[in-house]
């Protein structure tokens, strides 16, 4: 019975169905140290899950993840509405009353549904706390938009307070919060729930111009060096090969050592492999699927740090102006 399973059994179930490659990027994108431990842990427990469980879980997952949506596009009563239309009046009860005991509704989702250029008529003045909590709160074109209209010295700072915003304490977010609501009362809508971090910077520098963000990483260089580093970690991985133009990744291979090649490409998925091979001599290509198939067994860390090497070429590549990246709306192409 899906009742008796936890949180963590359905995970892990899910995660068993995606395959190794797949279920490992999520994994290390989407969970904390601590998590993935625990999701780990309880995969041993899930030997004799049948077909029809893990369908069930599936089944469940998706409902919970399209009621969500509907609840940040629209609140409880657009969900409510859509749910039931497609799963009846009992089932989208069961689904919302799920949902209510796990996610809050998120702050500001008005602002969410709102032209950005009239949100900075809002909070343009706020101190750069303030309106790195409400930044963090938007989707990330939104904010993009905003941080792409601070003054440079404004963007840094903004930008640093939200990836360190879920360190922030619950009353500092839940007084700024309060404030931003007492001004903005038309037009928000109120709560506790944490956000920002790293990961929602990067979300956000990866709609923004190129211009701000070269500007906010020199500054960010200047004020914050490790957390710097460890928002550009994050904003390009070695599976994001694949949003390159072929020229920029023939500008690649031509850079990277074979063995560290076939070493990154053990461990990535075959979208990634397949557009690496179409950007290689047929000699070549053939020369580096034999390389990958009698590697024999080996460590992941050990494939990570050689995607990794190859990741701080791409980087260096563009650094020098020899390849872009596409970012915010931007075409990838060689310079």
């Known amino acids: 019975m899906l009742e008796d399973l936890s949180g963590e059994h359905k995970t892990a179930a899910i995660l068993m169905s995606l395959g190794t490659n797949l279920s490992s990027q999520v994994l290390k ?3 904390s140290d601590l998590e993935i431990e625990r999701i780990t842990g309880v995969i041993t427990d899930l030997d004799n899950i049948s077909n029809e469980e ?3 879980i599936l089944k469940e997952f998706f409902e919970l993840y399209q009621a969500r949506n509907y609840v940040l596009e629209g609140g409880l009563d657009y969900a409510r509405e859509l749910l039931e239309k497609t799963v009846g009046s009992a089932k989208s009860l069961e689904i919302l009353d799920k949902i209510t005991q796990n996610l809050r509704q998120v702050p500001f989702q008005k602002l969410r549904k709102s032209d950005p250029k009239q949100i900075i008529s809002f909070i343009r003045d706020e101190n750069p706390q303030t309106i790195a909590f409400v930044v963090a709160h938007l989707k990330p074109d939104q904010a993009a938009v905003i941080l792409s209209e601070l003054a440079p010295e404004e963007q840094a700072d903004v930008a640093r307070r939200v990836a360190i915003l879920d360190r922030t304490s619950p009353e500092v977010a839940q007084e700024i919060e309060q404030i931003i609501a ?4 038309a037009v928000i809508t109120s709560d506790d729930v944490a956000t920002g971090g790293v990961k929602s910077l990067v979300g956000i520098l990866n709609k923004v111009d190129r211009t701000t963000e070269k500007s906010i990483f020199e500054n960010l260089e200047k004020t914050d ?3 710097a580093e460890e928002v550009r970690a994050m904003m390009f991985i070695f599976e994001d090969v694949v949003k390159l133009h072929d020229a920029s ?5 031509r850079e990277v050592d074979t063995k560290e090649l076939a070493l990154a490409m053990r461990g990535a998925n075959e979208e990634v492999n397949n557009r690496i091979y179409k950007n290689m001599s047929k000699r070549a290509a053939g020369l580096l699927k034999e390389e990958i198939e009698y590697m024999g067994p080996v460590r992941l860390r050990e494939v990570e740090e050689a995607q990794q090497k190859i990741v701080n070429v791409i980087r260096k590549l563009e650094e020098s102006g020899e390849i872009v990246i596409s970012r915010g709306g931007e075409d990838a192409l060689i310079v």
Do not use: Y
Not at 249 to 253: E, G, R, S
């Open 54 to 56: 893990t369908a069930a």
């Open 249 to 253: 990744i023939q500008k690649v291979l």
């Open 182 to 185: 007492r001004k903005l009362s």
């Open 29 to 31: 994108r989407g969970f």
């Open 225 to 227: 060096p490790g957390l």
